[in-house]
């Protein structure tokens, strides 16, 4: 690469201001109430670049619990139409649409974790006094001045909602529950058998996945049974992760972990992989596996096989194609399919 000397300096200061927007603007408290009311209205509309809705129940959920907690909620940004006068929602969109359906009792609100106790309840299972303070509870807009141009609008929505990478569950989870479990599961990482039979991406590596692994190891092969399609996978997973957070079996566990992955080591060609020179570790592929072997040598500790071949069956292809298919009755079926055959093939 060339050498930055002085005349690249200049003129990349000039590529800056030249390609500076001013863009002016207003910053402006409005209730809820009034954000509600405006929106039904009309005179707060979504453009047609906006993004279609997108956030399911438990999103909505968490977003009405934020707001009743008092969490600051981020700066929602409004553009004055200079025909109209009216508010185009530039960004917003979905809380706006949240908090309408929420007031209207169309939300159900569920799944949530501090505020259980109004898991189930519409807007109107409120008491009146919390309805009140939700309702004039005030949120904070930045408000475009009717001078900028629909170009400077979408580029302000597409720069706000591709400017950071969503965090992964896991590494949410990871800074929420600090404690001797998460330092148990970092250290079970380093592990060179499991990080030799996982392989793994330095890209999935970044973002937590040989944990996300581990943490999916030791919840459902504890409390498998527990799990049900009402519950959202990283939420089953949250919860096993709080009631182990500072007490745990870490002997049990370990022994369990170490056992799993020597005998994986021994019978399993490829590991967890889909074939020998394969660099990655499917999520479905390693439940199934992983979990299976533990349970079935939880059944019988002196378990050996003569072969795994029905690893690469189509039936067990099917069954951990897809990790989305995370219903009960699919990550049941791979996790037994797994533990059903060793035990069925097993030496007597």
């Known amino acids: 690469m060339s050498e930055i000397n002085l005349e690249i300096r200049k003129k990349a200061e000039n590529q800056i201001v030249e390609n500076q927007k001013k863009?002016?603007?207003?910053?402006?408290?409005?209730?809820?109430?009034?954000?509600?009311?405006?929106?039904?209205s009309k005179r707060f509309f979504i453009p047609n670049y906006q993004r279609n809705f997108v956030w399911n129940d438990n999103t909505r959920s968490r977003f009405i619990e934020s707001v009743l907690l008092g969490i600051p909620i981020p700066f929602l940004f409004l553009a004055v139409d200079d025909e109209?006068?009216?508010?185009?929602?530039?960004?917003?969109?979905?809380?706006?649409?949240?908090?309408?359906?929420?007031?209207?009792?169309?939300?159900v609100l569920q799944n949530l974790k501090t505020l259980d106790l109004i898991n189930g309840f519409k807007f109107k299972d409120l008491t009146s006094s919390v309805q009140r303070k939700f309702e004039?509870?005030?949120?904070?807009?930045?408000?475009?001045?009717?001078k900028t141009t629909i170009e400077s609008r979408k580029e302000i929505f597409n720069r706000i909602n591709t400017a950071g990478v969503a965090a992964k569950p896991v590494e949410?989870?990871?800074?929420?529950?600090?404690?001797?479990?998460?330092?148990?599961?970092k250290n079970l990482a380093l592990d060179e058998l499991y990080q030799d039979l996982a392989p793994m991406s330095q890209i999935a590596i970044d973002r937590k996945e040989q944990y996300e692994m581990l943490f999916r190891f030791f919840a459902y092969s504890d409390n498998l049974e527990n799990y049900s399609d009402s519950i959202q996978v990283q939420d089953f997973i949250d919860e096993y992760t709080k009631e182990n957070q500072n007490t745990f079996e870490q002997e049990r566990m370990e022994r369990e972990f170490q056992t799993t992955m020597k005998f994986i080591a021994q019978y399993f060609p490829h590991g967890f992989k889909k074939t020998q020179t394969a660099k990655s570790t499917p999520k479905a592929r390693f439940e199934a596996i992983a979990?299976?072997?533990?349970?079935?040598?939880?059944?019988?500790?002196?378990?050996?096989?003569?072969?795994v071949d029905w690893i690469n069956s189509e039936e067990f292809l099917e069954k951990t194609t897809s990790d989305a298919a995370n219903n009960k009755s699919r990550l049941l079926g791979r996790i037994n399919y797994v533990k059903d055959k060793l035990l069925g093939e097993s030496d007597e």
Do not use: C, H, W
């Open 23 to 40: 863009i002016d603007y207003d910053i402006r408290d409005f209730t809820i109430d009034y954000l509600v009311s405006q929106y039904k």
């Open 84 to 107: 109209t006068g009216n508010f185009e929602i530039v960004d917003g969109a979905q809380r706006i649409r949240t908090l309408d359906s929420f007031i209207q009792n169309n939300l």
């Open 136 to 146: 004039n509870k005030a949120l904070r807009m930045i408000v475009l001045e009717d």
């Open 172 to 185: 949410t989870r990871m800074g929420t529950y600090d404690g001797p479990f998460i330092d148990f599961i």
């Open 291 to 307: 979990v299976g072997v533990n349970l079935a040598l939880r059944e019988k500790p002196n378990l050996t096989v003569e072969n």
